[in-house]
């Protein structure tokens, strides 16, 4: 796991790499100038106080989701729920904050941002439980449990939040917005919040969890080998729903946030919040290493935020990011691909070194 | 000069600076059986892959048929003749037999393949060499040994005249040994050469004519099995003496330490362990004889709280432990050598260290307050793999780099470490050389030794005839006998394991 | 007056540089009321709905004034997601845009938080009211009274007095074409049953498809659809009961869906109760460049106004009839249709 971080890096760069000039050659094809779009969004996701502040901002729910995505995937789960526990997390803590608005600033937040996490954990756990009794697959469940929140969160801000005529909640008090009028003040209006500075201790916190903690241990060794763990004696059935449990704290702490940092309200929504996905391309961007998901965030966010200005600066239609992106996740996929290729090849050579060598 | 079917020639295959094969040379003759003999990493497989394409020397020539051949894929070695037979089979479950042997080389007629000119060759090809093969059955459905018939029957389709058998005993029973021992003879006496890959010792005596023993990459000797003892073959591969005789000092066996009784478990609904009564008393090892699939690993997983118990009950030391979780069990006494190395006792990912604190590391010292303290568990590490003797670069070494034996020692240390009042070992040798097996062996006799109780599941015999104070035979998922190691030889127990035989009750 | 422009461009190139900083290379900004930008609310510019109207109106205003699409003309910035809006707005601010439009309801708080940020640009949402804002115009459309016309039509029109109505999410929005769609049935004739139904979104045309399906099977010969995306399902769903023989109707909302209501044999488009996004785009955006921008205003379209209206597809004479007679009721005010 230590050794491979250096070739670990080199896949994941060659694919951003192949994934911008997939987009150049896109632009070129369609008579739009790659140089000056790459430029735009550059200017556009770091060009200044305000565009860096977007740039981090963005950043804080793209790498919660994505360390949420982590942690059930260390435990062998590929946990699609993201979107619906970011959407949970970000109702729970904006009803908080609006039915507690008495409280105190510190406790109002703290208690808000607990309230959004607790949301997306027990949401979570659900499909974990499913999981541990029932075998039910995953993938199936989170995805089923995502349109569900959506279609609650959406009666529940209808009939108890949105006042008449409206279809939002109202907007949280002043004090418990996390993009302080000092933040504001010095990236030039963004929507920097301190949550970012949350997010970067959830990532020192979730690096812990896996390296020092004995439920960490245990996760990953139950997403190892499920039967070894049994055999040493691991509860898998409690691993299992402990990691889905924690998987959605996160993301359920990512929409929290978002919710108190950037939104200050919650709307009745179309659709499944993207960032729930887009966490997940983080995260297999990034290996699900804790400390890969903080650049693989930097990266998105950037090309999410600077791709906001190619429409405006010029005529190429700000979909041309999204395929950049888009190609992107793709050869991260194909990375896999590359990766199985190379690691049978691997073992093969490895096993005959291992037939033909002498002991060690 | 007498000719050779196949020569190879001064080879020496390097991988980076490691030489796993150096300068050997080899001969075989028409009609001949050769073993090979050597400890896993000997140099065994690689210098096999060479003759069978997977891998290109890096010096050396081979010949075939006296001819210089250069052999740099799989399908050159087909076309010359060369057929493997893996230790691991390449058979695809759902096919048929039929269609898992033709695949690749179909006759056909107009577009289509003809399974009639195919099933018509291949039963000719049966009964000249005693394979018995059901055709039609699908692969998934038939037992080890008629999938490794089917191996052999793939290279013989193939028109292959030179066969190489990659360790073919490891996984069968002795009447299916017994039966490919028979098969070996037939392919010698029409004039095919085998070259036998193996490090047990009796059945080269059985039936090689020529033996070659490799340690480290270089041939020691090439001997004539019939005029060399067991023990000098065995002296050469390991290169030093081995103490074959175990040393089992009398022990007080007045103590009950494990008492199943009436125990019934289902497996997939079926009922695999039936109604079954098993004592094991203090300073004792009770050897559970019996072919595979009749119930031991689920015997076990009930003992040791990975299957649920439908009936009966288990005690150790009085102490009833039927409905404890696996983590309760093994702490109130119970130790296992499980059977799968790989997937049950081992996270092979995890360093070497952390399979060693696997059943600990929820307590002190490996961990408090729910953090894990590494530099315990490492320190711990260390001092196991010194006392085990687990070769190893260090204890954050993951341990699926370990050799079979290494690995096996990581489990057999965990387990036994703990001081279990009951010590399980299921198939503790399986795969492993004999260094490590002779040290097993040790450590599973020591434990005897200290008043502890051993409960020995294998289908090695001759592992079960020598460790075990009293063997019990199962059958079906019941102890349909016991017998006393002393006064019974390994084909009286084969037929016996087979349900073939009347027990002799004599303890 | 070219003279005069090419100055005013480079003053404000200067300060725009300035102010910018290390702004955007491409960015020669300039603020000049001849611009105007909108942000969408996650349907693209194309979305066959809302958002395409708007786009349209401002195209065209563009157009009309010899502007080019991008700095210092009309523009749009896409949102993906919610937290879109936001960065999309003050990207528009940067670019030193005029007047910059919020389309729908869900952009409210951020346009609030970027008038209150940037009170020298004009703001103006669509769909929702933005009070106490003087740089902020509010644009709502009485939708009630379109539908309570397409109500009227349905009720005209109906064989078997049974009518049907889809909504997109159940929204305030949405909510009052429900309403006036009811009303203006039950003043035709009280004894009509009028079913409701809603998607739970504005992008699935297949549960459209099948709500619209379960509806003509139970004998609603007309279907009032206000679900955007969704509605497309339904006239699949009215053009496969159609093409076997059976007489089914939708009426289309937002803009003329005649077109889509055409197959092989006919068109089941009776009506579209249209709402002019375009043309509150294209006004405001007039307002802007005369100095008489509406900021603090609400500006309401309704019949009177022609900011909604019904417009006939395939309606008989006699429904047709009707529903200008109720069209004139409710402008001058015999009739009050109300929104709840």
């Known amino acids: 796991m230590h050794t491979k971080s250096l070739k670990g890096l080199t896949i994941p760069l060659v694919s951003v790499l192949a994934g911008f000039i997939v987009g150049a050659i896109l632009m070129l094809i369609f008579g739009y100038d790659p140089l000056q779009n790459y430029q735009n969004l550059l200017v556009g996701s770091f060009g200044g106080v305000y565009s860096i502040g977007e740039t981090l901002r963005n950043m804080i729910s793209l790498i919660l989701t994505a360390l949420g995505f982590a942690v059930a995937s260390k435990a062998g789960f590929f946990n699609i729920g993201g979107p619906g526990q970011y959407l949970i997390g970000w109702f729970g803590a904006i009803v908080f904050t609006l039915k507690f608005s008495y409280l105190p600033a510190i406790i109002l937040i703290i208690g808000a941002l607990l309230c959004g996490a607790l949301a997306g954990g027990l949401w979570s756990m659900v499909a974990g439980i499913l999981r541990a009794y029932f075998g039910t697959s995953e993938v199936i469940t989170t995805i089923m449990l995502n349109y569900i929140v959506l279609y609650i969160v959406n009666f529940a801000v209808k009939s108890w939040l949105a006042g008449k005529g409206s279809d939002s909640s109202p907007n949280i008090a002043a004090k418990a917005n996390l993009n302080t009028p000092f933040l504001q003040r010095i990236t030039d209006n963004s929507t920097f919040n301190w949550g970012f500075f949350i997010a970067l201790a959830v990532v020192g916190l979730v690096w812990f969890y896996f390296n020092k903690t004995k439920s960490g241990f245990e996760i990953q060794a139950v997403g190892l080998n499920e039967s070894a763990s049994q055999y040493a004696g691991v509860n898998v059935k409690k691993t299992i729903i402990t990691a889905m449990l924690i998987s959605g704290l996160l993301a359920g702490l990512g929409g929290a946030i978002d919710g108190l940092g950037n939104f200050q309200n919650i709307s009745v929504s179309n659709n499944l919040p993207n960032v729930g996905y887009n966490g997940m391309a983080v995260a297999l961007l990034a290996a699900e290493n804790p400390i890969g998901i903080v650049f693989a965030a930097l990266l998105f966010s950037a090309l999410q935020i600077g791709g906001l200005s190619i429409s405006v600066y010029s005529n190429t239609p700000s979909e041309i990011v999204d395929i950049v992106i888009a190609s992107i996740i793709f050869f991260v996929g194909i990375k896999y691909a590359f990766e199985l290729i190379a690691k049978k090849g691997w073992f093969k050579r490895k096993n005959r070194e291992e037939k033909g060598g002498a002991e060690k | 000069m007498e000719d050779y079917v196949v020569e190879m020639r001064h080879i020496t295959k390097q991988f980076g600076s490691y030489k796993a094969n150096n300068d050997i040379s080899l001969q075989l003759k028409k009609g001949e059986i050769l073993a090979l003999l050597g400890e896993n990493g000997a140099g065994k497989s690689t210098l096999m892959g060479m003759l069978s394409g997977l891998l290109e020397p890096t010096d050396g020539e081979i010949l ?65 060499y005693h394979l018995d093969i059901d055709v039609n059955a699908k692969v998934r459905d038939i037992t080890v040994g008629m999938q490794q018939r089917v191996e052999i029957m793939k290279a013989l389709y193939r028109k292959a005249n030179i066969f190489i058998f990659d360790e073919p005993t490891a996984a069968l029973t002795p009447q299916e040994i017994e ?125 040791t709280g990975l299957r649920k118990i439908k009936k009966g009950s288990v005690e150790l030391k009085g102490k009833a432990l039927q409905n404890l979780n696996a983590r309760k069990i093994s702490e109130a006494g119970i130790g296992c050598i499980p059977e799968d190395r790989q997937n049950v006792g081992l996270i092979l990912p995890f360093t070497i260290a952390e399979n060693l604190v696997l059943k600990s590391y929820h307590k002190k010292p490996a961990s408090q307050h729910g953090l894990l303290n590494y530099k315990k568990i490492n320190e711990m590490g260390r001092q196991l793999i010194k006392s085990f003797d687990i070769r190893s670069q260090s204890e954050k070494e993951l341990a699926g780099d370990l050799s079979g034996g290494n690995q096996q020692k990581v489990i057999v240390a965990r387990e036994i470490s703990a001081s279990p009042d009951l010590l399980i070992a299921a198939n503790p040798t399986r795969g492993v050389d004999i260094g490590a097996i002779e040290y097993i062996h040790e450590k599973i006799i020591e434990q005897r030794n200290a008043g502890r109780g051993v409960l020995l599941i294998s289908f090695e015999l001759d592992e079960i005839l020598k460790l075990s104070d009293r063997i019990v035979v199962m059958h079906e998922g019941q102890i349909v006998g016991e017998i006393d190691p002393r006064h019974t030889s390994s084909e009286e127990l084969g037929l016996m394991m087979a349900g073939k035989a009347p027990i002799e009750q004599e303890g | 007056m070219k003279k005069r422009v090419l100055a005013v461009l480079a003053a404000t190139m200067m300060a725009g540089a300035i102010l910018v900083g290390c702004g955007n290379s491409s960015s020669s900004s300039k603020g000049t009321k001849h611009s105007a930008a909108l942000v969408t609310d996650g349907g693209g510019i194309d979305d066959k709905s809302f958002n395409q109207s708007a786009w349209e109106g401002l195209e065209s205003w563009g157009k009309s004034h010899n502007l ?40 409210d708080n951020a346009i609030t938080k970027a008038s209150k940020a940037n009170p020298d640009v004009n703001f103006a949402i669509i769909d929702s009211v933005v009070s106490n804002r003087k740089n902020v115009a509010s644009v709502t459309f009485k939708t009630e009274q379109s539908s309570f016309l397409a109500g009227v039509a349905a009720a005209k029109t109906t064989k078997t007095n049974k009518v049907g109505f889809i909504g997109g999410i159940q929204s305030d929005v949405i909510t009052t074409f429900q309403k006036g769609f009811e009303q203006g049935v039950k003043a035709v004739n009280p004894n009509i049953k009028v079913d409701v139904k809603y998607a739970g979104s504005f992008t699935k045309a297949d549960v459209g498809q099948s709500l619209a399906t379960a509806m003509y099977n139970n004998n609603e010969d007309v279907v009032y659809q206000a679900a955007g995306g969704t509605g497309a399902g339904v006239f699949t769903a009215a053009k496969n009961v159609a093409k076997n023989g059976k007489k089914v109707w939708v009426i289309g909302v937002d803009q003329d869906q005649k077109a889509d209501g055409k197959y092989k044999g006919g068109n089941v488009t009776l009506a579209s109760a249209i709402k002019k996004v375009g043309t509150a785009v294209k006004d405001l955006s007039n307002d802007a ?52």
């Open chain 2, 64 to 128: 075939i048929n006296g001819k210089s051949v250069k052999m740099d894929n799989p399908r050159n070695a087909k076309k010359l003749g060369i057929g493997m037979v893996h230790q691991h089979f390449m058979l695809i479950p759902a096919f048929s037999v039929l269609e898992n042997i033709i695949l690749g080389d179909e006759p056909t007629k107009a577009t289509r393949i003809d399974y009639r000119k195919a099933a018509n060759d291949i039963e000719k090809l049966a009964e000249k």
């Open chain 3, 68 to 107: 080019q699409k991008g700095i210092n003309g009309y523009n749009y910035a896409q949102s993906t997601d919610d937290s879109d809006f936001l960065p999309n707005i003050n990207k528009l601010v940067k670019a030193k845009y005029a007047t910059i439009f919020g389309i729908g309801y869900k952009l």
């Open chain 3, 289 to 340: 460049m005369k100095n008489k921008f509406p900021g603090g205003k609400t500006v309401t379209y309704d019949l009177k106004s022609n900011g909604v209206g019904l417009v006939n597809d395939n309606m008989s004479a006699s429904a047709w009839k009707a529903v200008q007679s109720y069209q004139e009721k409710i402008e001058n005010g015999t009739i009050e249709v109300s929104a709840k």
């Open chain 2, 179 to 303: 039966q490919l021992i028979k098969i070996l003879r037939a392919l010698a006496a029409e004039g095919n050469s085998v070259i036998f890959i193996t490090h047990k010792l009796k059945e080269i005596k059985e039936v090689a004519d020529r033996c070659v023993v490799i340690r480290m990459g270089k041939v020691v000797e090439t001997v004539q099995v019939a005029e060399t003892k067991e023990e000098t073959l065995a002296e050469m591969m390991v290169g030093r003496k081995i103490n074959f005789a175990v040393e089992k000092e009398e022990t007080d066996k007045s103590k009950t330490v494990l008492a199943v009784s009436n125990l019934s478990v289902e497996a997939h609904a079926l009922l695999k362990v039936k109604d079954l009564n098993l004592i094991v008393h203090s300073g004792e090892i009770v050897g559970v004889a019996g072919v595979d699939g009749n119930g031991q690993s689920e015997l076990i997983e009930a003992i």
